[in-house]
C-alpha cells in the first residue's frame, strides 16, 4: 500500500525536491497518519470503556478489561515515543542532516566540492514539523493514558467506600446479633417450660429440632453454593472470555488501522460483512473472531447505524 502511494505521488510531484527527501517525506507522512488513524481509533474504546465504568462501578460493568486497554496503550506509546526520540536524535545531530541529502551530496562529490553546511537546514525544517507533530500525538496517548488512570482511582475509592459500609453494616448486625442473642438465651432456658399445647406430644421435640436444623443446613448450603458454586465460576469464565476477546481485538492494530485506511481512501462506507473480510485479510493469521467482530464494530460505530463511516 505503502508503495503505491509512493508511486503515485512520484509521478504527480512537480516541487522539484530531490527523491530522497520525498520519499522521506513521504514516511514522516504516512508514519503521523498512521499514529493519528490509531489514536482516533482507541479513543471510542476508551469512552465506551468509561461510559460502561462509571454508569456501573460494582456490577460487571467490564472493570476488568481495564489492563489489557492499558497494555495496548501503552505499547502503542512505546512506538510513539521510538519514533519521536529517532527524529530528536537526527535533529541533534547536522551532520546526518546533511548526508540525508544524497543527491546534493553525489553532484558535490563529482565536481570535487562539499555541500554548503547551511543546507542541513532545509531537512531540519521538515524534521521539526513532523517531530512537533509526532509530539502532539504522544500527548494525545497520554491524556487517554491519564483518563484510564483517573477513573482506576475513581472506581479504587468507589470500592473502599462500598468496603466501608459493608465493614459497618458487619459491626451493626453484630451487635444485633449480641443484643437479640441475649433474649434468645433467656428465652431457651424456659422456652421448653412454656405451655404452647405441644409440651404432651412425642413428636413435637423431634419435629422442631429437625425442621429448624433443616432450614439452617438449607441457608448454609445457599451461601456456600452462591460463594463456590457455578455462578460464580460462570461469571469468572464469562469475564475470561471477554478479557480474552478484548487482548486479540487489540493485538493487532497495525491490521485495524490498514482497514480503516482502505474504508477512508474507498467509498467511505463499510458495513459489518465488509469489516469483517477486509480485517481478516489484513491480519497476519488470517483469521477474526466473530466476538472480536462485534466487539470492535460496535465501539467504532459511533452512530449505530450499523456501518462503519469517516464520522464515526
Do not use: W
Request: overall charge negative; proline content about 2%; aromatic content about 8%.
Amino acid at each position: 500500500s505503502f508503495a503505491k502511494d509512493l508511486s503515485a505521488l512520484f509521478i504527480t510531484d512537480t516541487s522539484g525536491d530531490p527523491p530522497e527527501l520525498i520519499f522521506l517525506e513521504a514516511v514522516l507522512r504516512d508514519t503521523v497518519d498512521t499514529y493519528t488513524r490509531r489514536i482516533r481509533i482507541f479513543e471510542p474504546i476508551v469512552d465506551d470503556f468509561l461510559d460502561r465504568a462509571a454508569n456501573e462501578v460494582f456490577s460487571d460493568s467490564g472493570v476488568h478489561q481495564l489492563v489489557p486497554l492499558k497494555d495496548s496503550l501503552q505499547s502503542f506509546e512505546l512506538q510513539v515515543k521510538q519514533s519521536l526520540e529517532c527524529l530528536t536524535c537526527l535533529l541533534n545531530n547536522d551532520d546526518v542532516m546533511l548526508d540525508l541529502l544524497l543527491t546534493e551530496q553525489a553532484e558535490a562529490r563529482s565536481k570535487g566540492v562539499q555541500v554548503a553546511f547551511e543546507r542541513h537546514e532545509y531537512v531540519e525544517l521538515m524534521l521539526s514539523v513532523y517531530s512537533r507533530q509526532i509530539q502532539n500525538l504522544q500527548e494525545e496517548v497520554q491524556y487517554l493514558l491519564k483518563r484510564l488512570q483517573s477513573k482506576q482511582e475513581f472506581i479504587a475509592l468507589a470500592l473502599a467506600g462500598y468496603r466501608n459500609r459493608l465493614v459497618r453494616m458487619n459491626v451493626n448486625l453484630g451487635i444485633v446479633a449480641v443484643s437479640t442473642g441475649l433474649t434468645t438465651a433467656t428465652t431457651g432456658l424456659f422456652g421448653m417450660n412454656l405451655i404452647n399445647g405441644l409440651e404432651q406430644s412425642p413428636i413435637a421435640f423431634a419435629a422442631v429440632t429437625g425442621v429448624s436444623t433443616t432450614i439452617a443446613v438449607f441457608v448454609a448450603g445457599v451461601y456456600f453454593s452462591f460463594i463456590r458454586g457455578r455462578l460464580m465460576q460462570s461469571r469468572a469464565e464469562q469475564r475470561l472470555a471477554e478479557i480474552e476477546t478484548f487482548v486479540n481485538a487489540l493485538s493487532d492494530m497495525g491490521a485495524l488501522d490498514y482497514t480503516v485506511k482502505g474504508m477512508m481512501q474507498g467509498d467511505g462506507k463499510m458495513s459489518k460483512k465488509e469489516f469483517k473480510e477486509r480485517l481478516t485479510a489484513a491480519r497476519a493469521s488470517h483469521h477474526v473472531s466473530d466476538k472480536e467482530i462485534d466487539f470492535l464494530f460496535d465501539v467504532l460505530d459511533a452512530h449505530k447505524d450499523n456501518e462503519l463511516t469517516p464520522e464515526d
